[in-house]
T-cell receptor
Framework: GQNIDQPTEMTATEGAIVQINCTYQ??????LFWYQQHAGEAPTFLSY??LDGLEEKGRFSSFLSRSKGYSYLLLKELQMKDSASYLC??????????WGAGTKLIIKP | DGGITQSPKYLFRKEGQNVTLSCEQN?????MYWYRQDPGQGLRLIYY???????QKGDIAEGYSVSREKKESFPLTVTSAQKNPTAFYLC?????????????FGAGSRLTVL
C-alpha cells in the first residue's frame, strides 16, 4: 500500500529553527508538496519538489531525497504565526495525491 | 480577488437527511476536488472533476454525490447513505486536472450529524 509518515506533533521556540520530516512509500513518484494549514482554515501551498536537493523560499526550505523516500521542511526564525499543521503530499505514478496526516507545530514564546 | 468559496462554514444535520455543500471558484480552473479531513488522517479524495459535465469517484465516494454543470461550481451532496458523515470537508481547484498542479483550497465546511 501507499504510505506517508510524518510526526504527529512538534514543539519549538520562537526564533528557533525546526525541521519537519516526511517519509513516503508510494507507487511511483511525480513530486512532493508541502502545505500549511492553520486550525479550521484552508491549506495553503508552501513548496513543490520533484528533483533531489534543497529548495529555499524565504524562511522556509524544502529538501527531497528520492532514493531515500524522504523529504523535510525547514522553518527558520520561527514566528508565532507559524503555529499550524504542515501537510506532506506525494504525487504518485497516476498523478494522484497521497496525503500524510500532517504535523501540528506548536510555537512557544 | 480570485479564490474558492465554500458554504456553509458550519452545518448540522439530523441522521437520515441529505445535505449539500456549496463550492464556487472564480479562478477559471478546469479541475475541482472534494476532500474529507478527519483527525489523525490525511486528506481523502471523495470526488474530482477535470472538466464540466464530467467527474470521477475518488477513494471514498460511497454515500456522496456531485455535479459539475458549470465550470465555477462543484457542489457535494452528503446523502443519508454515508455512515459517518461528521467531518471537515475541503473543496479545492487546480488549473488542470492532469500533471503536477498546485491546489487552491476553500476554507472548508464542518458538518456535524446530530
Amino acid at each position: 500500500g501507499q504510505n506517508i509518515d510524518q510526526p504527529t506533533e512538534m514543539t519549538a521556540t520562537e526564533g528557533a529553527i525546526v525541521q519537519i520530516n516526511c517519509t513516503y512509500q508510494t507507487s511511483g513518484f511525480n513530486g512532493l508538496f508541502w502545505y500549511q494549514q492553520h486550525a479550521g482554515e484552508a491549506p495553503t501551498f508552501l513548496s513543490y519538489n520533484v528533483l533531489d536537493g534543497l529548495e529555499e523560499k524565504g524562511r522556509f526550505s524544502s529538501f527531497l531525497s528520492r532514493s531515500k523516500g524522504y523529504s523535510y521542511l525547514l522553518l527558520k526564525e520561527l514566528q508565532m504565526k507559524d503555529s499550524a499543521s504542515y501537510l506532506c503530499a506525494v504525487l504518485d505514478s497516476n498523478y494522484q495525491l497521497i496525503w500524510g496526516a500532517g504535523t501540528k507545530l506548536i510555537i512557544k514564546p | 480577488d480570485g479564490g474558492i468559496t465554500q458554504s456553509p462554514k458550519y452545518l448540522f444535520r439530523k441522521e437520515g437527511q441529505n445535505v449539500t455543500l456549496s463550492c464556487e471558484q472564480n479562478l477559471n480552473h478546469d479541475a475541482m476536488y472534494w476532500y474529507r479531513q478527519d483527525p489523525g488522517q490525511g486528506l481523502r479524495l471523495i470526488y474530482y472533476s477535470q472538466i464540466v459535465n464530467d467527474f470521477q469517484k475518488g477513494d471514498i465516494a460511497e454515500g456522496y454525490s456531485v455535479s459539475r454543470e458549470k465550470k465555477e461550481s462543484f457542489p457535494l451532496t452528503v446523502t443519508s447513505a454515508q455512515k459517518n458523515p461528521t467531518a471537515f470537508y475541503l473543496c479545492a481547484s487546480s488549473p488542470r486536472g492532469t500533471g503536477a498542479n498546485v491546489l487552491t483550497f476553500g476554507a472548508g465546511s464542518r458538518l456535524t450529524v446530530l
